[in-house]
């Protein structure tokens, strides 16, 4: 049984949290119902980047529901193409056609009649209902699960039933429903950019206080998820930083993952292959070079496959000489360029050494 963890203050921060971080997206900033209805179906199977250019496109030539209703399958079609998983079109026309037929060509503002519309689930009409008209009713996506079950340090795993049920409630627990739109884009945003799969920014997190994972040294173990992963692909991107032709930069390796206690360079983990220009775009490159502005950087051993039982690595160095330090780097172990070997470090790091040397 859940206890009441109604904490307004969450919600208060997370939306603090927003206001300060979030991301220009022609999607937000509107209340109108068609529009945010579009973006969420692009973004169910769509990164973000990607479908930014299908959803203006799209939009401009289907400017409201009566223009996409009007319009022949084909060219709905035509404007996904490449987009994928066309079901989503054909289910978007189908419903524009039914809310001009059974609402009079009005978007309906009422959650079941949004929840019957084709293609649109529950987390779907939440989103619609919330952004558009402040509905209290919380989204829980990926993100979301991911945030509270760390915030809340909950094992039960969120693709189980009893799970769902668990982490809806809480949702609905850390929701001001009195602003109930912008703390769910709040919380989704704060997954995507800050309580990431890998490398959350938890020295930085205004939640960090109140988060149970953290506290307990347990962060990459939640969310807990029922089925098996048999074997997975991890990206990892170490950074070989050398200050001043003199010093280098270690960190040692927590519990609960491979390697632990031994000693690494700076790592970004990244949930799918990056190379160096999509990488510097991320938050934790940000964070780790913050004050930095002259990168040397030379790549030096690419897409290096490293097979561990269960895990396959897929590992870039990078080497990036630097003249000055920045806060980035403070937290790190600042050893003599020649006494890296000093310290236990992994085989794959050992590899790296060599064909450096
Ligand atoms: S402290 Fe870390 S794990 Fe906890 S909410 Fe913040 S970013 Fe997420």
Avoid at 97 to 105: A, E, L
Avoid at 315 to 325: A, G, H, M, P, V
Wanted: net charge positive; charged share 20%; with cysteine.
């Amino acid at each position: 049984m859940l206890q009441s963890n109604k904490d307004l203050n969450i919600s208060k921060q997370l939306i603090d949290w927003y206001k300060d971080n979030k991301r220009e997206l022609p999607w937000r900033n509107t209340n109108d119902p068609y529009l945010i209805w579009v973006s969420e179906i692009i973004l169910q199977q769509t990164r973000v980047n990607q479908g930014m250019d299908y959803f203006l496109r799209f939009t401009e030539r289907f400017p409201d529901v009566k223009s996409l209703a009007n319009a022949q399958e084909e060219e709905v079609l035509k404007y996904w193409q490449g987009l994928g998983y066309y079901s989503r079109a054909r289910n978007l026309h189908a419903a524009a056609k039914s809310i001009v037929d059974k609402f009079n060509g009005f978007f309906p503002q009422n959650y079941q009649d949004i929840l019957s519309l084709k293609g649109v689930g529950e987390y779907t009409a939440a989103a619609i209902g919330s952004f558009a008209w402040n509905m209290p009713y919380p989204v829980v996506d990926g993100n979301v699960f991911r945030v509270l079950s760390r915030l809340f340090g909950i094992s039960e795993p969120i693709d189980s039933g009893k799970g769902k049920k668990l982490f809806n409630e809480l949702a609905v627990q850390v929701m001001d429903s009195e602003k109930a739109g912008i703390h769910n884009q709040a919380i989704m945003e704060f997954g995507a950019l800050h309580c990431t799969p890998f490398n959350p920014q938890c020295l930085f997190c205004p939640l960090v206080d109140k988060c149970m994972a953290y506290t307990t040294g347990k962060v990459t173990q939640y969310p807990v998820k029922q089925q098996k992963i048999k074997n997975r692909n991890r990206y990892f991107h170490y950074f070989h930083i050398v200050y001043n032709n003199a010093y280098t930069y270690l960190h040692r390796r927590g519990k609960k993952d491979i390697w632990q206690g031994l000693f690494e360079f700076p790592l970004i983990e990244t949930e799918t292959p990056m190379d160096f220009l999509e990488l510097k775009e991320t938050k934790p490159f940000q964070t780790l070079f913050n004050g930095i502005t002259d990168l040397a950087v030379s790549a030096t051993l690419m897409n290096k496959k490293h097979v561990l039982s269960h895990q396959t690595l897929y590992t870039n160095f990078y080497k990036i000489e630097i003249d000055t330090e920045g806060n980035g780097l403070s937290g790190y172990l600042k050893v003599p360029v020649g006494e890296i070997e000093k310290y236990a470090i992994p085989r794959l790091i050992h590899i790296y050494l060599e064909k450096m040397s």
